[in-house]
């Protein structure tokens, strides 16, 4: 398994109950971000669906964090 597969983000809406469900299934040396303010819906462009919470940010903003983590990942 490369590394790309070992990053986790999620959004701060994510309930500790969610977190917590879905960790088990992610590698020991998974790094995890976490996107203040951030959505579900802005991890695509499908528009909101049930469950998504009130973003606290702009897609702009969530998009930017999502590609600086990223791109910080990669070149590390």
Known sequence: ??????????REQNTIAQ??????SLPSDAAEFVI????????GD???QKGDGEPAIS????????AEL?????YD
């Open 59 to 66: 897609p702009t903003e969530q998009i930017g964090q999502a």
């Open 19 to 24: 977190v917590i469900l879905h960790q088990g």
């Open 70 to 74: 990223t791109q910080g990942f990669i």
């Open 36 to 43: 203040d303010g951030g959505c579900h819906a802005y991890f």
């Open 1 to 10: 398994m490369t590394s790309a597969y070992k990053i986790w983000v999620y």
């Open 46 to 48: 499908y528009g909101a």
